[in-house]
């Protein structure tokens, strides 16, 4: 079984800047795919981006060039650094790991934008 936990969330004008942290521990395959979703009030979870163990990333239209993310796989860790944020970037993150076998999340930590 995966647990995931995730940190770095909070609060931020526009503009600023935030990293989320995420580690994954327990028994999963080498090979896997780790994501953020995000999901605000009242809309559905969705994708920000995700990275392949070999490093192939993908972004969400609405937050490429201002989001990067990252991974190290010694330390089963994904990162997502977050510039030039907006409020519409306000909701609650997810980590996910997902392999062949399985997809695991982590509770989520709340990132507020505000103008």
């Known amino acids: 079984q995966v647990q995931l936990v995730e940190s770095g969330g909070g609060s931020v004008q526009a503009g600023g800047s935030l990293r989320l942290s995420c580690a994954a521990s327990?028994?999963?395959?080498?090979?896997?795919?780790m994501s953020w979703y995000r999901q605000a009030p009242g809309k559905q979870r969705e994708l920000v981006a995700s990275?392949?163990?070999?490093?192939?990333?993908n972004y969400a239209d609405s937050v490429k060039g201002r989001f990067t993310i990252s991974r190290d796989n010694t330390k089963n860790t994904v990162s997502l650094q977050m510039n030039s944020l907006k409020p519409e970037d306000t909701a609650v993150y997810y980590c996910?790991?997902?392999?062949?076998?399985?997809?695991?999340w982590g509770e989520g930590t709340q990132i507020t934008v505000s103008s």
């Open positions: 990275i392949s163990t070999t490093g192939t990333r």
């Open positions: 996910n790991l997902r392999t062949v076998a399985q997809s695991a």
């Open positions: 327990g028994s999963f395959l080498s090979s896997s795919v």
